[in-house]
């Protein structure tokens, strides 16, 4: 059977990861050659993480969703063993104080990122099962948010509360959007504020973070120096930006400026214009995301619809905390920009999404748009 494509959402992704590559050509040199003594060492690290990211989308693409939809109800019962890997010694890597990394073949894994696209698909699967009964019985939800909750608490373990976030609100997200009851799901969502709350307060540098969030001016050379130096960068690029190359944060002034902070080093060198732009491009990228859901939904295909859904949110969720993040307008996360930051983990995994996008694409064009007889496609 002939593959359907989804050509704009094709596009649109494609458009992310040239954005990306352009910006971490530009955001990594300096520390690229302090680290490695090359200049290109990390943006050839990139490329090879989109190179894997693009094989295993593949695989993704042409598997059916019924299989994926299977093989989500196992895999998420080996989240929490690979998530417990990273205190493993000898397997599990420490960076910057947090165990958030596996090693395997010389290589470096955050199970983290794996683990959200994981628990969408289990969520969107056991939320399509039940949906019949989620809005007159709560207690159905009890089970899979257990197991929710489980490797929630591993993540927080690393440290790692962004992601704990990002992945929390992404699962409210799908319950709501799977017709959950409103009272209850009120409850959990207070729940779940409460619960941050505490994380928030139950550690020192997470107090800092908060409070360098609401004066960044206050200790602009200890706790509140990322913020000050993401500020001046973005403030330096004024309307025209000073040209692409040209940012002068990114040499050793703004911390993680290929990462966490590539938002910045873009608005500087790229300026006001530029930025308007950026979110055009990031929104038309997660509006076509929440198309491709609404059309899976237009075709009863609720496992798919959830699924996208959800991918929708947190791709969103992450790319608002990031912009946030960098502008100080949201505490100081370690949130990726989805296709843009660098990252291999975070990358591959973003990828593989979108080859699971283009899957029910692909099956929505089959039941909405089927082929007539005697019509080639």
Request: hydrophobic share 55%.
């Amino acid at each position: 059977m002939k593959m359907r494509i989804d050509w704009l959402l094709c596009t649109l992704t494609f458009g992310m990861l040239l954005l990306g590559l352009i910006m971490m050509s530009s955001a990594s040199t300096s520390v690229s050659a302090k680290m490695y003594g090359s200049e290109s060492a990390l943006l050839l690290r990139q490329l090879a993480a989109i190179a894997m990211g693009l094989a295993a989308a593949y695989l993704v693409w042409i598997t059916p969703l019924a299989t994926q939809q299977r093989f989500a109800r196992i895999a998420v019962f080996l989240v929490p063993v690979a998530l417990s890997l990273v205190w493993v010694p000898g397997l599990g890597a420490e960076v910057n104080g947090a165990n958030r990394w596996v090693r395997f073949a010389g290589q470096q894994f955050q199970v983290s990122e794996l683990a959200k696209f994981v628990v969408v698909l289990y969520m969107a699967d056991f939320l399509a099962r039940r949906q019949s009964s989620l809005a007159r019985d709560f207690q159905t939800l009890i089970p899979p948010l257990l197991l929710v909750g489980l490797i929630c608490c591993l993540i927080v373990l690393e440290p790692d509360f962004g992601t704990t976030a990002v992945l929390a609100a992404t699962v409210l997200g799908m319950c709501f959007l799977a017709g959950a009851h409103m009272r209850p799901f009120i409850v959990m969502l207070v729940l779940v504020l409460v619960a941050a709350a505490w994380l928030l307060q139950s550690e020192s540098y997470r107090v800092e973070r908060l409070l360098s969030f609401l004066d960044p001016w206050d200790d602009p050379f200890d706790t509140d120096f990322q913020l000050s130096q993401s500020l001046i960068a973005i403030g330096s690029g004024s309307l025209w930006g000073v040209g692409l190359g040209n940012s002068v944060q990114k040499l050793f002034y703004l911390p993680e400026a290929h990462t966490d902070f590539v938002f910045a080093v873009f608005a500087e060198e790229f300026g006001f214009l530029g930025v308007v732009g950026f979110v055009v491009l990031v929104s038309a990228f997660i509006g076509q995301i929440w198309r491709t859901a609404y059309r899976a939904e237009q075709a009863e295909l609720v496992f798919a619809s959830l699924a996208s859904y959800g991918i929708a949110m947190w791709f969103a969720l992450q790319a608002f905390i990031n912009v946030g993040v960098a502008q100080g307008v949201l505490p100081t996360k370690g949130i990726t920009l989805p296709l843009v930051s660098y990252g291999g983990s975070s990358m591959l995994v973003a990828i593989v999404c979108m080859g699971f996008l283009m899957r029910v694409a692909h099956e929505t064009s089959l039941v909405l748009d089927p082929v007539r007889p005697g019509r080639s496609r």
